[in-house]
């Protein structure tokens, strides 16, 4: 969870009250946040010649984008305890009537295609709310946006700059300006290469680096406001003396833009001369249909059953009391008028972490108290294990009590491993590969068991041999009708190697495993001598015994005339449920194994 923080004797101003270390854990326990660190007694660093003030750090968690800052932190406390309503955020008109504008260029979906911006107007900075404001776009950058892969926030000194505003997306070479306390003009190949060994910037420009063109925003006299992700321009840097503050951020995923935009503005929306006021910027992008105004400061409006919140909780309460306890979480709530079964709440923009009626049921407990919670008689349940990982488990059990070693490869593996080294065709509709593997040990989910074991034993290769090793576990394949796309299938598998094939050792535990699951070996001799006498009932078309047989195949993945595939007869439904065999020289080759190898694989789902 990210830690903020802030000054302590700031902070008990702000909430109106002094408290001790212990009464402020307390009440940060109370709202779901984290007390970590109390430091007035603790040595702290000289700043400008003076000791740094105390300090509280404060644990938030990852999803409360609104109290990564001071402000965030004092306004949601005093909400908390009734010193202060929840703030009505609101866009207002510029004077003018005109609305800035950002129009975005359709070369900027090749590098980064969103865009945003909010305005606050008449600000008054004092060192630490600057200081603040800077601190939050960084904690925004490391939490939310991603390192800035998602979101890059800029901000600008809208006095130093005019509107309109284009984003554009242009070569590296025709990008020059002075970056950010820099007073030498550079193009930005020469802006990437001063910055190579930065300890802060050099982290970001691998975003993009590479790119054919850079993003870019221009003011309407074509002075260079930013060049996301990386950095934005000197001239147009804001100071204590900044008054208006033009807000722009640049992002790949929608959501998270909305979420940033509106947190940079809210937050310090206190500082305008209207508290809690925004000025909206138009963003024009009709090529991809995002042309809208920005930030979208409206409440969102969800209904939650009553019921539903009382259950969970343990308590009786009625609409209008969970409706007064939900504004000490910033949410506005009403008994619907509809259904007075329902609470309608009204969700700020500034509460992004709220999602649905779970998390307002997590809010009023938080603001009944978790600790006043009546306690709770739960109905006593036993746990099960599921049907398929009980089968998974008998066989382990049985092939361990066998003499055989367990293994748990990975499930990634490379192409070829899959594929090409158990000469083995790949269709394309297979295996399920991965969009950006980082090694080409790991480019695709296996298919097969095989390629774990045969590695594990390659691995292992100098070890006394015979070497017994087996897995269960799952395999994954393509399959369209699914909704994800792919479905897992729980396989058996084991490998001999040895100076011997072992064939008949691989054979022996297929024997051992499936009399242990209850499936008699079927030969084609069904009748065997006897000292009595039968009686024997001729049909035309008896049916066949349930049970399973081997049956010989070419495959080239093994020797031939050394294997089988293993049916098996369920119910009077014959299914090839595997493959039992001695490895393919070739094979043998391309994992570096020297002595033979008998392998043997199973679908266990067949089995249920």
């Known amino acids: 969870m990210p830690t903020i923080s802030v000054d302590k004797y700031d902070l008990f101003k702000a909430l109106g009250q002094q408290y001790t270390t212990e009464e402020f854990e307390e009440l940060c326990f109370e709202f779901g946040i984290e007390l970590d660190e109390d430091t007035e007694n603790e040595e702290r660093p000289i700043v400008n010649g003076e000791q740094e003030p ?119 070479q025709d990008i020059v300006f002075a970056p950010l306390n820099q007073t030498k003009k550079m193009t930005a190949e020469e802006l990437m290469a001063f910055y190579e060994k930065d300890r802060h910037l050099g982290r970001y420009l691998h975003i993009i680096r590479d790119k054919p063109l850079y993003p870019v925003i221009y003011d309407a006299n074509r002075v260079v406001c930013s060049m996301p992700p990386i950095i934005n321009s000197d001239h147009s840097k804001i100071t204590l003396d900044s008054k208006n503050i033009f807000i722009e951020c640049t992002a790949t995923d929608a959501t998270k833009l909305e979420i940033v935009v509106s947190m940079m503005a809210t937050m310090f929306s206190v500082y305008s001369e209207q508290p809690f006021t925004v000025e909206p910027v138009k963003v024009i992008s009709d090529h991809n249909g995002q042309t809208r105004i920005t930030p979208n400061l409206s409440s969102r409006t969800e209904k939650v059953e009553v019921a539903y919140l009382n259950d969970c909780l343990g308590l009786a309460l009625s609409a209008e009391e969970i409706s007064k306890l939900l504004s000490k979480m910033a949410l506005t709530a009403q008994p619907c008028a509809q259904d007075p079964s329902l609470v309608e709440v009204s969700i700020p923009p500034t509460r992004a972490d709220i999602l649905q009626q779970c998390d307002i049921m997590e809010d009023l407990g938080i603001a009944y108290g978790f600790n006043n919670l009546p306690r709770m008689s739960l109905n006593k349940t036993v746990g099960s294990p599921l049907t398929l990982n009980k089968l998974a488990d008998i066989v382990r059990l049985e092939c361990g009590m066998a003499g055989w070693a367990e293994v748990m490869p990975l499930i990634l593996c490379s192409h070829d491993e899959n594929f090409a080294w158990l000469n083995r065709p790949d269709d394309g509709t297979t295996a399920v590969r991965l969009a950006n593997p980082k090694t080409a040990e790991y480019q695709i989910v296996r298919t097969s068991l095989l390629p774990g074991l045969l590695k594990t034993i390659r691995e292992n290769k100098y070890h006394s041999v015979p070497i017994k090793v087996f897995e269960t576990s799952d395999v994954v394949f393509k399959d369209a009708a699914r909704e994800r796309k792919a479905r897992n299938e729980r396989h058996f598998a084991a490998a001999w190697y040895g100076k011997t094939s072992g064939f008949e050792e691989v054979h022996g535990l297929l024997d051992r495993v499936m009399l242990t699951l209850r499936q008699g070996f079927v030969t084609r001799d069904e009748g065997l001598a006897s ?18 047989w081997l049956e010989p195949v070419d495959e080239p993945t093994f020797f031939g005339g050394r294997a089988a595939a293993i049916y098996l007869r369920l119910n009077g439904k014959a299914v090839r449920i595997g493959e039992i065999g001695v490895l393919h020289p070739s094979v043998l080759d391309k994992f570096e194994l020297k002595y033979p190898v008998s392998t043997l694989e199973v679908n266990l789902e067949v089995l249920l």
């Open 54 to 172: 105390p300090q509280l750090k404060i644990e938030i968690p990852a999803n409360r984008y609104d109290m990564l800052c001071f402000e965030g932190i004092a306004l949601m406390l005093n909400i908390f305890r009734g010193k202060q309503p929840t703030p009505n955020f609101k866009l207002v008109q510029p004077a003018s009537g005109d609305l800035h504008t950002i129009t975005v260029l359709e070369d900027t979906s090749k590098v980064r295609p969103l865009v945003g911006g909010a305005i606050l107007r008449n600000v008054k900075f004092t060192q630490k709310s600057y200081d603040s404001f800077i601190a939050l776009q960084d904690k925004l950058h490391q939490n939310l946006a991603r390192q800035r892969t998602l979101v890059a926030i800029g901000t600008h000194d809208l006095d130093t700059i005019k509107g309109p505003f284009t984003y554009e997306a242009r070569p590296p």
């Open 531 to 548: 000292d009595k006498s039968l009686d024997f009932e001729v049909r035309q078309e008896p049916a066949p015994r349930d049970g399973y």
